[in-house]
Nanobody, 119 residues
Framework: QVQLVESGGGLVQAGGSLRLSCAAS????????RAWFRQAPGKEREFVAR????????SYADSAKGRFTISRDNAKNTMYLEISSLTPDDTAVYYC????????????WGQGTQVTVSS
């Protein structure tokens, strides 16, 4: 099994920045891709960004390009999501996920961390 634990959420003012963390443990060697998703109140969960754990190649949802940066620290087995110029529309629960090598989709999910942006 793979365990994912998010942290770094909280209440921030519009215009501010935040860095979320996703610490992984367990059989992480079976995973190759990790990603961030978010779910705003009353909306479906949406993809934000992903990173290939071995190559470091990243990709972003169109809505995330420019203000969101995904990164990793292999030594700490931790993924990050930096968000700048926060707006109230960024208010959501942010989840990290991991996908197994050779398998489409994400099998492992964290419990989520709440980000609330005040105007």
């Amino acid at each position: 099994q793979v365990q994912l634990v998010e942290s770094g959420g909280g209440l921030v003012q519009a215009g501010g920045s935040l860095r979320l963390s996703c610490a992984a443990s367990g059989r992480t060697f079976v995973t190759s891709t990790r990603a961030w998703f978010r779910q705003a109140p009353g909306k479906e969960r949406e993809f934000v960004a992903r990173i290939n754990w071995y190559s470091g190649i990243t990709s972003y949802a169109d809505s995330a390009k420019g203000r969101f940066t995904i990164s990793r620290d292999n030594a700490k087995n931790t993924m990050y999501l930096e968000i700048s110029s926060l707006t109230p529309d960024d208010t959501a629960v942010y989840y990290c996920a991991a996908g197994r090598i050779g398998v489409n989709g994400y099998d492992y999910w964290g419990q989520g961390t709440q980000v609330t942006v005040s105007s």
